[in-house]
Structure formats: C-alpha cells, structure tokens
C-alpha cells in the first residue's frame, strides 16, 4: 500500500513537471502576486454576492423614492344601452367619459 502511494505521488510529480515545461514552452504569462490578487478579487464568490446586494439595495432605494414621484391617473369609458320602450322604436343611449387625474404626496404621517 505504502508503494502504491508513492508510486501516484511520483506520477503526479512528473505529470506537473510535463506541464510547467509545456506552459514555458508554450509562451503562458508568469503571473505576478498583484495579478493572482486581482484575479481573485474579479472572481471572488463573495464579493460578487456583496455587489449584487449592492445593487438590489439601489433598486430598492428607486422604489422607496418612487412613492414621492407624481402620478398621472387616465380612465376612459363608453357606454351602450338599449332600452325597450314597449313601442316599435327602441331607444339606443351612447354615452361616454374621460378623466385625468394627478397626484402628488406631500407628507403621509411618517410611513415612508
């Protein structure tokens, strides 16, 4: 067993060694500490957790300011009755309404 285990430790070794002499072959960029930082910061789980609570929190914040923005209320409607007057001619009644409505929040008691 304990020859088994040195036996893959070697095969790893040398399967390293082929790699590094590949990769100076092959002309691979020897990174520097302040690029294996950065590099690890770019692509950190947690940091990009952290930024994307970030921007949850703005989108959240928009919203908050919403409330206080104008409102702007269009409502339109048709209406079409016919009523059975018992004689040879029904009458038929169209009508129709619009309204437009703006309103705006000045102060709400404190709930926002």
Same mark, same amino acid.
Request: with cysteine.
């Given at each position: 067993?304990? /020859? ?6 070697? *095969?790893?070794? /040398? ?7 590949? #990769? ?9 500490? *302040?690029?294996?930082?950065? $590099? ?9 957790? #952290? ?14 300011? #919403? $409330?206080?923005?104008?409102? /702007? ?11 059975? +007057?018992?004689?040879? #001619?029904?009458?038929?009644?169209? +009508? *129709? ?9 000045? $102060? ?5």
């Amino acid at each position: 067993m304990k /020859l088994f285990r040195s036996g893959s430790l070697f *095969t790893v070794f /040398l399967f390293g060694m082929g790699f590094l002499a590949f #990769a100076q072959d092959a002309g691979v960029k020897k990174w520097s500490l *302040t690029d294996c930082l950065e $590099y690890g910061i770019e692509n950190h789980p947690q940091i990009k957790i #952290a930024e994307s609570s970030v921007q949850s929190q703005k989108a959240r914040l928009k919203q908050t300011r #919403a $409330y206080w923005d104008p409102k /702007l209320d269009l409502r339109a409607s048709w209406n079409h009755r016919k009523i059975d +007057s018992g004689g040879s #001619a029904d009458d038929v009644i169209d +009508s *129709t309404s619009e309204s437009l409505g703006v309103s705006k929040v000045l $102060y709400d008691s404190g709930r926002n």
